[in-house]
């Protein structure tokens, strides 16, 4: 599998990661432990090189895991992970948000707990998780800084959240010299990753973008049908019924990129969706979720298959501005923005809904 870089930091990546929030939780299904090592190595024997985890993810499980099942690879592989929650002193109420720390002394011992989980003596990449701007000072930079001259982070990132953080985060994270910024971004929900790549480019900036979601929580590999019922645990099913119905009538409109007997080979709407964000300079790695093995071996292809021409991303531009010819709410305002939307006014970024 082809590999990028984040930043400038000669730290690469696969373009296509492995989200490790779908371990150590029980949000994305249930699973046992050896499956979800089988998974992470099955993830290793396809070409996958990243992998991202966070210590708040299973309460350190995902970590554990990661861990566990890497340990072997440690030379071979990129692990990423994120701090900035602190649920050693908190239970986890559902999918609420727990309380967040970033202080330069909780900074630095959260990364500790997660190296001796991790079983690592340093972290490739390290993000802040879910961070508002003003949280992160210069004392929070210059921590940073110190980490990685410890040798112990050998590139930092940011990694925003819905109705957490957006637009100024991403604007913080471009002009500080983060070497990624990890946010949703599909080609359903493009605001904050078009805002963050106008960032890059207007500043030169050498910051990376990791998209996460790709398939805007199932839509865009038709895991979640007009006929799929998702269960309580289920993370997606926070998402409002509006929001599924518009974007199934989206879907339709986008089956021209589905391509079963291009020139070039085949490539299904989950890996063109997939290919629709490589062909983004600025991305990096690209990082769905995986359920199961299978979803593994086929977006893991998804580089391999035809690029989108220059009409077809074309095509979609102009689908996107007309809000893909839905005309009515999606029910997802509240989630789109950390100011009440405040921020998005005037941008120019957002579609009919977004």
Known sequence: ????????????????????????????????????????????????????????YGHGDSEELVGDALGEYRDEVTVS??????????????HGELPKRLDPEWVQTALDRSLDRLDM??????????ANVDEVDEDVLETLDRLQESGRVDSVGWALGPSIGWLAEATKAVEEGFDAVQLVFNVFEQTPGRHTIDQIRELDAETSVIPRVPHSSGLLNEQVTPDTELG?????????????????????????????????????????SLQWLLAHDEVASVTPTFRTTEDIDDWAAAPDTPALSDEEFERV????????GVDRDDGMDALRSSVGGEDLRGTGKQSADD
């Open 1 to 56: 599998m082809n590999q990028r870089e984040l930043g400038s930091s000669g730290v690469e990546v696969s373009e296509i990661g492995f989200g490790a929030w779908v371990v150590g939780t029980d949000w994305w299904g249930d699973r046992s432990r050896e499956q979800a090592i089988d998974m992470l190595h099955h993830a290793v024997d396809r070409g996958i090189t990243y992998f991202d985890t966070g210590d708040v």
């Open 81 to 94: 992970t994120k701090v900035g929650y602190d649920f050693y002193n908190n239970p986890q109420a559902g």
């Open 121 to 130: 003596e340093y972290v490739d990449h390290l993000m802040l998780h879910n």
């Open 232 to 272: 309580e645990g289920d993370h997606r099913s926070h998402r409002p019924q509006e929001w599924y119905e518009t974007g199934w009538e989206k879907v339709d409109a986008l089956r021209f990129l589905e391509a079963p007997d291009h020139a070039e080979g085949t490539r299904t709407m989950a890996q063109a």
């Open 317 to 324: 531009e102009e689908l996107y501005r007309d809000n893909f």
